[in-house]
């Protein structure tokens, strides 16, 4: 099943044309197709005029095993597309589509986006995904805004490739360092799903994390990313007697291993990776998720007026609370609008070009600037889950 959402502020007739005619006509690669300038504009910055509106792709799982995840990131993207096209100068068409949480749908989508005149793709949802569906946009000369993708690698597919995510290479060191202190670790066992790239990856900065931190690891036990029952590897772990469990795992699995370890009387400590950052961790863990630590690269507390701004409208739209999924997409948009507004073109070499080019620009996750390795760098954040809700590790 694929699930398209054509935003209806931005979406007028005469936009729906040109996108039409820019599929039509294909182009070459790194262009966007159609009549040459007609996402192009005059001035620069905040005095940028594009007549046309760009044409803007998603592709995020709203089914499958992420779609948690993708309907927070759909939120964050209809709500920044809400604000960006009330402002002067320029304006968004934005087309979300579902992955489905399936690598074959998800190319699917990234070649259909390809071939339309898009003129940058964000998404999808899960780095195993984003691996097989990015080469397509790459060869097309498409850019490609990953927001929550964190696994290494992903950048490195090729120079259309950009993120806004940090990398678990970029939050796991500190949020290790951080419990170690806080903890004493000496001793710990590592648990993760060996059949998925983003735990894979995450495991990988977690073991050297640890070592890096003197931490023994006792033991290091594997699930799939599919699993739900994990009572006979936390019973191995309790009887090793770690000082806390260390996991790599998607939401979907780190509900139910948190709230069996629990069960089991195991009453240490477990720090999780990104896939623990979802409100979900709570709403269904309950009692069992206090005390848990993720890094993360947003919290709720951070005082910038950008993320006040964020969450005060956030939640006067949705009527609930953004996660951070919901804040690193609304921020992909917001930095897609400063990169076309460097060169007022929507033209897909102009935004690639302009993307370079992004520096301390201030967003919900903090300063923003990307490097030279198309990755995002901002600060970065270690939670605690008390009283039901993420806090800041003090």
């Not at 005029?49 to 803007?56: F, G």
């Not at 949802?125 to 946009?137: E, G, H, I, K, W």
């Not at 609370?321 to 007022?344: E, S, W």
């Amino acid at each position: 099943m694929r699930y398209l959402l054509r935003t209806a502020v931005v979406l007028s007739a005469s936009a729906l044309v040109l996108a039409g005619c820019a599929a039509s006509d294909g182009g070459e690669a790194g262009e966007s197709g159609g009549d040459a300038g007609t996402l192009t504009g005059s001035g620069s910055g905040d005095s940028c005029v594009i007549d046309t509106a760009i044409p803007v792709g998603a592709a995020l799982s709203l089914t499958g095993g992420a779609a948690s995840y993708g309907e927070s990131q759909q939120k964050g993207l209809e709500l920044a597309v809400e604000e960006l096209n009330a402002e002067e100068g320029v304006s968004y068409a934005l087309t979300i589509e579902d992955d489905g949480t399936d690598p074959r749908q998800a190319i699917s989508v990234f070649e259909g986006f390809a071939g339309n005149g898009t003129s940058i793709v964000i998404g999808p949802t899960l780095s195993n995904t984003a691996f097989q569906a990015q080469p397509v946009a790459q060869e097309a000369g498409l850019p490609v805004l990953a927001i929550s993708n964190t696994a290494a690698g992903i950048t490195a597919q090729g120079d259309f490739v950009f993120r806004d995510s940090l990398t678990e290479g970029q939050v796991i060191p500190q949020t290790i360092e951080a419990a170690t202190e806080k903890l004493g670790l000496e001793k710990v066992v590592v648990m993760y799903s060996n059949d998925d790239a983003f735990t894979e990856s995450g495991y990988d900065v977690m073991v050297s994390s640890l070592e890096d931190q003197g931490v023994e690891i006792l033991d290091t036990l594997t699930f799939s990313v599919s699993d739900t029952d994990f009572r006979s590897l936390l019973t191995a772990a309790k009887e090793l007697k770690p000082d806390a469990i260390v996991v790599s795992a998607l939401i979907e699995a780190a509900i139910p291993l948190v709230t069996q370890a629990r069960e089991l009387g195991i009453d240490q400590p477990i720090i999780g990776g990104n896939g623990f950052n979802n409100p979900q961790l709570m709403a269904d863990g309950g009692d069992a998720a206090e005390g848990v630590i993720v890094g993360a690269a947003w919290n709720s507390a951070s005082d910038s007026p950008e993320n006040t701004d964020f969450m005060a409208a956030f939640e006067e739209k949705y009527g609930s609370a953004p996660d951070q999924f919901a804040a690193q997409a609304y921020t992909g948009l917001k930095v897609i609008d400063h990169a076309v507004r460097i060169n007022c073109s929507g033209e897909r070499t102009d935004v690639q070009d302009g993307l370079t080019q992004v520096k301390d620009l201030a967003t919900p996750l903090g300063s923003l600037t990307i490097n030279a390795d198309r990755d995002a760098e901002h600060p970065a954040v270690v939670q605690i889950v008390k009283d039901g809700a993420f806090a800041v590790m003090n």
